[in-house]
């Protein structure tokens, strides 16, 4: 029932640790998202009453769009969030870490009727504690995942130097190693920087300053800054 990570690897070769979010802070995002729903069925009720039976159908459009288009509109609006996960700082993405798209958000909502079987989300519940991302079935079908999202962490600003691909393939911790110098360099003296960059003359093809600018270019090029 605890969250785990999702490691993956982008074309460029950079892995990415997704923060996966376990069925406990799920359940309490789909708890507040009801609590909502609930809220603007009453009010649609209280107003559509008074049109009588023009109303009643009035209101069993309310209460459809709620039950099914809600969470639809939401996921796929708002970049994965319903009111309830950014509450909770949660997010739906691709298993691949991209933004989810119509579809993915489409076909893992509408397979909650699969999820819900055969009482209060029975087969959600056990598909979530069995996979080792809690995913339920409409994540495993869609390709999606529920991730935490880290609200207090900024985009770290580097030294903006041009991106510089690096002259040999990197492995990931050689592509972490890059990207931490590239965050510590402007609080590093320049003779450490050019000390820690003649290390990885092999990738950057350089020693000196000249090193310690393409070993940042570098670290750009692997954040997808180009």
Request: proline letters at 7%; charged letters at 20%.
């Amino acid at each position: 029932m605890l969250d785990t990570v999702r490691e993956v690897h982008t074309p460029e070769g950079v892995a990415l640790r997704l923060p996966t979010a376990g069925p406990v802070p799920r359940a309490l995002a789909w708890a507040l998202d009801l609590v909502i729903r609930c809220g603007i069925a009453i009010a649609a009720g209280t107003v559509l009453v008074a049109l009588q039976q023009a109303g009643s159908g009035l209101y069993a459009i309310v209460v459809f769009g709620l039950m099914w288009a809600y969470p639809i509109v939401c996921e796929g609006a708002f970049n994965g969030q319903t009111p309830g996960k950014r509450v909770m700082d949660l997010r739906v993405v691709s298993a691949d870490g991209a933004p989810v798209g119509w579809l993915a958000a489409v076909v893992r909502n509408l397979l909650r009727t699969v999820d819900m079987l055969p009482f209060a989300y029975t087969v959600g519940l056990v598909s979530s504690l069995t996979d080792p991302h809690g995913r339920r079935l409409g994540d495993m079908v869609a390709r999606t995942v529920v991730v935490h999202v880290d609200t207090q962490r900024a985009r770290p600003e580097l030294v903006p130097v041009e991106a510089h691909v690096p002259a040999v393939p990197l492995r990931p911790a050689e592509q972490t190693a890059v990207i931490a110098f590239a965050e510590r360099a402007p609080r590093l003296t320049p003779e450490r920087q050019r000390e820690l960059a003649d290390i990885a003359d092999v990738a950057t093809g350089a020693r000196g300053d000249l090193g310690v600018r393409r070993l940042a270019g570098i670290a750009n090029w692997l954040l997808g800054r180009r």
